[in-house]
Nanobody, 114 residues
Framework: QVQLVESGGGLVQAGGSLRLSCLVS????????MGWYRQAAGKQRELVAT???????NYADFVKGRFTISRDYAKRTLSLQMNSLKPEDTAVYYC????????WGQGTQVTVSS
């Protein structure tokens, strides 16, 4: 079993930065893939970035060069550094983990004002 708790969301002006964190409970070493998804109001949830157990990363085109995903096993944390934020990045951001099934956090709101 894995539990995920996000933090770090908030309100920021366009061009600003935020860092999201996801604290992982359970056997973090058993997780195959971790990542971040987001869901804007009235839209479907979409992939933002993923990182595999081997350290490979994947980013959605709309965040490449602006967002960086990372993990720290010692701190049991998955992070998403978000720079050069745009109003269209406004969404609820969800932490995700896959280990014999998908696990989701409760989400954290990110609002970018123009």
């Amino acid at each position: 079993q894995v539990q995920l708790v996000e933090s770090g969301g908030g309100l920021v002006q366009a061009g600003g930065s935020l860092r999201l964190s996801c604290l992982v409970s359970g056997n973090i070493f058993s997780i195959n893939v971790m990542g971040w998804y987001r869901q804007a109001a009235g839209k479907q949830r979409e992939l933002v970035a993923t990182i595999t157990s081997g350290g490979g990363t994947n980013y959605a085109d709309f965040v490449k060069g602006r967002f960086t995903i990372s993990r720290d096993y010692a701190k049991r944390t998955l992070s998403l550094q978000m720079n050069s934020l745009k109003p269209e990045d406004t969404a609820v951001y969800y932490c995700y983990a896959f280990v014999r099934g998908a696990y989701w956090g409760q989400g954290t709101q990110v609002t970018v004002s123009s």
